[in-house]
């Protein structure tokens, strides 16, 4: 039986049990498009670049992390500044357990106090845990690109689910990086 479950804002030094979770959807599934595991140097300098503009949270019990969730650019350009993609993946063995969506629940309301105004998910599709988790919190599927990811022997079609968090105002406000926000606020939200 799984004990007590915290969640806490993820440190650089986090990055090998993330990592570690991280792993296995790399090499043997399509739920990530990435194809080559990311080395630990690479891995510890995503979650330090992330910290710096975006929350990155995780669950531990059991003595080790469970599951993690962050926020990321969801395109380059500057017109989409107000809309973040999300990604949260839980350690194999522990799905079922509400970590994905108080990971979810979490980060969804440190985002709409930064100021952002939409949140994205870019799935494999068919992904039905990740499309029930998203339906929960929700999104919308928007839009579904046929054939555009090649993965495991095979190609896969790739689905964008979008959920408002503002009501958009003209001109939005510039967000407000992760870093800033209140750690009363932040330890408030992430205490379930």
């Not at 531990?60 to 599951?67: F, M, P």
């Not at 440190?110 to 029930?132: I, T």
């Not at 967000?175 to 939200?189: A, G, N, Y």
Request: include cysteine; charge should be positive.
């Amino acid at each position: 039986m799984l004990g007590i479950i915290t969640y806490r804002v993820a440190s650089p030094s986090d990055f090998e049990e993330i990592l570690d979770i991280y792993r296995p959807y790399v090499e043997s599934t399509t739920v990530t498009f990435e194809v080559r595991v990311p080395t630990p140097e690479e891995f510890r300098c995503r979650v330090e670049r992330t910290l710096e503009k975006y929350p990155y949270l995780v669950a531990e019990g059991d003595g080790k992390i469970l599951g993690y969730a962050y926020a990321s650019p969801y395109r380059s350009r500057e017109g989409f500044h107000w809309t973040p993609e999300l990604s949260v993946y839980v350690r194999r063995g522990y799905h079922g357990n509400g970590i994905g969506s108080h990971l979810y629940a979490a980060l969804l309301d440190l985002l709409r106090l930064q100021g952002y105004q939409n949140v994205c998910s870019v799935l494999s599709y068919p992904n039905p845990e990740s499309e029930k988790l998203h339906n929960r919190f929700a999104f919308r599927l928007i839009g579904v690109q046929k054939k555009c990811d090649f993965k495991c022997g095979r190609w896969c079609d790739v689905a964008i689910f979008q959920r408002p968090l503002g009501d958009h105002p003209t001109p939005p406000p510039t967000p407000i990086p992760f870093p800033q926000l209140p750690k009363e606020t932040v330890d408030r939200i992430l205490k379930f």
